[in-house]
């Protein structure tokens, strides 16, 4: 965090910000020049009592910015948030860095541990060779033998070979993010003794409140709506305060009245500038627009990465328990398959097989608790929490109070998907004999005059459930303006309504969902029937298409002051539809679209 150079460019960029803000403030104080003129003016009278204007002259002008439209101000402030966007990406870059980090050290020691299975793995099978080859030359035992256990050895070279080459990988890893080879002790993170929040909610509601990504779009909403206050001052009059002080005149400008001192008021009033003032409001605030896109962006993106490394913890810690239990299992029996082989109970297959399925539930172990690990570390880093967890922090940094724009402005709902739970219970009950599924495992079945029935029939059959469920994610694609997953609910031989082609259809569909703006469809009054390998769903469409303006909401004479972004239905269908379906390639695609 202090020498990694990604991490040092984020932090110059934070001072660089600061350095911008406090350059702004400057106009708030007054500004002091010396000017010199040298001028060579034609004379159109005498020169009576010495009094016309001098050809050199110095002047002290001193000038203080009284008011302009509040632009230095909301300026400021602007600058201001800036400064915090570049703090918190600074935040975020740290957390993405360390997790990074951290990535490395755990897949260090990873591949040390497979690297040394690998070994192991090597050692046992070059003796398993040396010892059949022996067997073999003496007469006692089958070529064939010596050829498979030559297979299994060159299995276990490469397997070895790929182990070197991952370790040398992830050293050069780690060597980029540390700056230094690591040592050859390295203690086994116990970052998962932090444990976490109860469920995915929780944990999401945690990253929503203070995810560096999220509060970093906060922040650039406050200073794009700075920004547009900054632009609309130039609708005020500027005023200015000016006192000028003669430091010296040539002897021919003695009783010249511009030897005199001045103290002046000056006002400035832009009354037209060929619209460029109101197009650079409207382009600010087209940024205030783009701003609050990428609050929600930060929004789902955080929701994807908190749900999905949450999940991860759960699945690995049950999964951690069972490759343990398979671990044990394999090694004993291994270990009894040795015994009887000795005794020719075993054949050098049941062996082979054996200390290869010790070798992957060893590897499989291993990764599962370094997967779960970095799982842990993953969650922390989309929570911000990752450097407090492991009680790293950088020095030099200030600590900003939370402001309240920082909830107000945080239009997130933590709501993640349900995890998924198996009823294993409900698993066993529901499935086949095991007699049903390998006759030769049941008992003696007498032959059957009937013939058995083609199992494809039983598969083409329609389901009501299965047609509902394809109709609602027919309409969640579309929802999502996923094109390509949409255009896979539809068959090879679907033929739109004329007068469209196929082509022309697909690039109209197209259009529509690359449209700018949010798609909502509603369902209703969803009716399935089914007759043999076809079907037929029948609903009425509510279709509508939102589209988002910057609007002015309170009634000042600040043009753009308070202003929101407001929905706007662009277009809206309501409309009875018909959906014919049949099976292909053992999915439901729809064959017919017709509107009622």
Known sequence: MTSNPEVQARYHKFLEAGYEQEAVRGGFLPEANIVSTYRKQEELVRNNGNTQIPRMNNEFVLRQMIFDGFATSSEVKRLGHASRVRYFELQSTMQTTTLEFMRAYVDTLRYRELLQYAKDNYVIHKQMFDRIQERVNAGVARKVDLEQASGRLALAEANLLTETTNMHDVTARLQRLYGELPPETLEVPTISNA???????????????????????????????????TNESRYYPRLD????????????????????DALELTMNFNLFN???????????????????????????????????????????TEQRTYRAQHKTSIENAREAYRKQYDIGQRTLLDLLDAENEYFQAKRSLTNTEYDLQLAYARTYASQGE????????????????????????????????????????????DAKPLANIYPSMGKPV???????????????????????????????AWRQKDGDRYMRFYADKFAPEPPLD????????????????????????????????????????????????????????????????????????NVNKELQFQNESSDWKITRELVK
Request: charged share 25%; net charge positive; aromatic share 4%.
């Open 195 to 229: 444990g976490v929040e109860p469920s995915s909610e929780e944990a999401l509601k945690v990253a929503y409140r203070q995810n560096p990504d999220l509060l970093s779009t906060i922040e650039d909403i406050q200073a794009k709506k700075n920004e547009i206050k």
């Open 241 to 260: 305060l000016q006192a000028r002080k003669n430091l010296g005149t040539s002897s021919d400008g003695r009783f010249s009245n511009s030897a005199a």
């Open 274 to 316: 060929g619209f460029s003032d109101k197009n650079a409001i409207n382009t600010a605030a087209q940024k205030l627009n783009g701003a609050q896109d990428m609050r929600d962006k930060a929004c789902v993106d955080t929701r994807q990465l908190v749900t999905i490394a949450y999940n991860d913890i759960k699945q690995l």
């Open 386 to 429: 990752l450097l407090n967890k492991i009680g790293a922090r950088r020095g030099n940094l200030p600590e900003y109070a939370r402001e309240e724009y920082l909830d107000n402005e945080n239009l997130c709902h933590a709501v993640a998907p349900v995890q998924i739970q198996i009823d294993k219970a409900a698993l066993v009950a």
């Open 446 to 476: 007498a032959p059957v005059a009937t013939p058995a029935i083609a199992p494809v029939a039983t598969a083409q059959a329609c389901n009501v459930q299965a047609i509902t469920d394809r109709v609602n994610d027919w309409a969640s």
């Open 502 to 573: 196929r082509a022309a259809w697909e690039k109209q569909r197209r259009q529509r969902l690359s449209t700018n703006g949010k798609i909502g469809l509603k369902i209703e009054d969803l009716q399935v029937s089914c007759d043999g390998d076809t079907g037929k769903a029948t609903f009425k469409q509510v279709y509508t298409l939102t589209t988002f303006k910057i609007k002015k909401v309170a009634d000042t004479s600040c043009e753009v002051c308070n202003m929101q972004r407001i929905p706007t239905i662009a277009y809206q269908d």
